[in-house]
């Protein structure tokens, strides 16, 4: 059964940086494009980044663009989110998630908090 674990989440200053980890077990890691998502209290979750299973093209919202960095190590069946010059904006439960080509995103994390205060 596949199962998604993040962490690294945490308080933070307007400005600081934290990184996200999400560790994979139970499929074929990379077979699989990743993705991570946050949802902020009242709001709807929505898209952050993205990797692909192959060649490891990547995708970001227009609100993280050039603040924040997603990557994969295979050999470890995890997917990180190096954040940067963060906002109060980006506090969220942000997730991780896996999906093959085609099918949408189909495995999912439980969550982090991810608190940025001003």
């Known amino acids: 059964q596949a199962q998604l674990d993040e962490s690294g989440g945490g308080l933070v200053q307007a400005g600081g940086s934290l990184r996200l980890s999400c560790a994979a077990s139970?499929?074929?890691?990379?077979?699989?494009?990743l993705g991570w998502f946050r949802q902020a209290p009242g709001l709807e979750r929505e898209f952050v980044a993205s990797i692909r299973w192959t060649g490891g093209s990547t995708t970001y919202a227009d609100s993280v663009k050039g603040r924040f960095t997603i990557s994969r190590d295979n050999a470890k069946n995890t997917v990180y989110l190096q954040m940067n010059s963060l906002k109060p904006e980006d506090t969220a439960v942000y997730y991780c998630?896996?999906?093959?080509?085609?099918?949408?995103?189909?495995?999912w994390g439980q969550g982090t908090q991810v608190t940025v205060s001003s």
């Open positions: 139970g499929l074929r890691f990379s077979s699989y494009s």
């Open positions: 998630a896996a999906g093959l080509t085609g099918f949408g995103y189909r495995h």
